[in-house]
C-alpha cells in the first residue's frame, strides 16, 4: 500500500521562511499543507513512498527545504534519501532549472536517470544514468536550451519478491511559455516512459527487473496518449475541493488539467503481483495563489496530485 507524489513548487529556492513555513511548518519539517496531505490520504493509499517537487531553482538551500518537506509529506520514513537531477536551462537565463525526487526509507535506491532534450537532426533523448543522484554533468551532451528533461529513480518496491521487485517514478516539468517546445516534448513522453531503466549506448547496461514505469508532473498541456507504455491518469479538483477564486475542474488556479500520471500499466490487464491499477488523487492544500488567498502565494499556483499503485 504505497502512493507516489507530485508538487510544482513555483519557483522554489528553499530560502523563503514564509513559503516554508506554508509547505512543510517550522524547519525540521512536520507541519504546512504537505503534513495536511498525508493525513488526508486514505489508508490504503497511503504512506507517500516517492515524491517529485519541480520548478526548483537551485540545488543549493532547497536541499534542506526539500528534505523538511518530505517529513512532513510522510513523516521521518521518507527523508532519508532526497536528491536534485538538474533538467535544463533556459537561454540567456540564470542557472539551471531541478527536480527534487525524496525516496521513502525501506525503498531501496537501485538507479536515478535523466533524459534532456537535443535537436541535433531531430529530437534526440539525452539519457544518462547513475546508481544515485551523482549524475554525470551534462557539457557536452548538446542538449538544447529551452526545453526541459525529465528526472527518474528506479526503486525496490517492499513486499514483492525479487528479482522483479523494481518501478520506475519519472517527473518532468514542461516549460509553459514555448507553445512549440512544450508540445515538442509531451511528443516524448511514450519514448521517455519506454527508455527509463533501459540500455544506454556507450553507457549503463539496462536496470533489471522493473516491473512498471510511472511519469508525472506539471506537464503544461493537456494529456496525449503517447507512444510506447503510458496510459493517463487524471483528476481535476471539485467545486468543493477548489479555494474561493480559484477555477474548479483542473490542477491549476486557473482551471487547467496540467498535473497528472502516466503509467505503464494498460487499464484493460491485470497489474504485476504486487501493484494495482493506480488510482489518482488530486490535493488542493498547496493552490495557494489568487487574490484573497491569505497569505497571498506563499505556495503554488499548481494543486498537489497523487498515484496509488501499490
Request: glycine content about 18%; overall charge positive; hydrophobic content about 45%.
Amino acid at each position: 500500500m504505497a502512493s507516489i507524489f507530485h508538487q510544482n513548487m513555483r519557483r522554489y529556492g528553499g530560502g523563503s521562511v514564509p513559503r516554508n513555513a506554508a509547505y512543510r511548518g517550522p524547519a525540521g519539517g512536520g507541519g504546512g499543507a504537505f503534513a495536511a496531505i498525508s493525513a488526508g490520504l486514505p489508508g490504503l493509499a497511503a504512506p507517500i513512498a516517492v515524491v517529485g517537487y519541480t520548478e526548483i531553482t537551485n540545488n543549493g538551500a532547497s536541499v534542506g527545504a526539500l528534505a523538511d518537506c518530505s517529513v512532513s509529506l510522510t513523516g521521518a520514513g521518507l527523508g532519508g534519501i532526497v536528491g536534485l537531477v538538474g533538467i535544463g536551462r533556459t537561454a540567456l537565463a540564470h542557472g539551471w532549472e531541478y527536480i527534487g525526487i525524496a525516496i521513502r526509507g525501506g525503498w531501496g535506491l537501485v538507479a536515478v536517470g535523466r533524459m534532456l532534450i537535443g535537436v541535433a537532426g531531430g529530437i534526440v533523448l539525452l539519457h544518462q544514468r547513475a546508481a544515485n543522484f551523482a549524475l554525470p554533468g551534462a557539457g557536452g551532451l548538446g542538449y538544447s536550451a529551452d526545453y526541459r528533461g525529465l528526472a527518474y529513480v528506479v526503486v525496490t518496491v517492499p513486499g514483492i519478491a525479487p528479482p522483479n521487485n523494481r518501478v520506475a517514478v519519472g517527473f518532468l516539468h514542461n516549460l509553459y511559455t514555448f507553445h512549440a517546445q512544450r508540445a515538442i516534448v509531451a511528443g516524448q513522453i511514450g519514448n521517455m516512459a519506454v527508455q527509463m531503466g533501459a540500455a544506454i549506448p556507450g553507457g549503463p547496461a539496462a536496470v533489471p527487473g522493473i516491473i512498471a514505469r510511472y511519469i508525472g508532473g506539471d506537464f503544461n498541456v493537456a494529456m496525449v496518449t503517447p507512444r510506447g507504455l503510458a496510459h493517463g491518469r487524471q483528476l481535476g479538483l471539485t467545486m468543493a475541493q477548489t479555494p474561493p477564486g480559484a477555477v474548479a475542474g483542473g490542477t491549476t488556479w486557473s482551471g487547467s488539467l496540467y498535473d497528472y500520471w502516466y503509467s505503464s500499466i494498460d487499464p484493460g490487464v491485470a497489474p504485476p503481483a504486487g501493484l494495482v491499477q493506480p488510482v489518482p488523487r488530486v490535493h488542493p492544500n498547496t493552490l495557494n495563489h489568487g487574490p484573497g488567498v491569505v497569505p497571498a502565494g506563499t505556495m503554488s499556483d499548481h494543486a498537489g496530485v497523487s498515484l496509488r499503485f501499490v
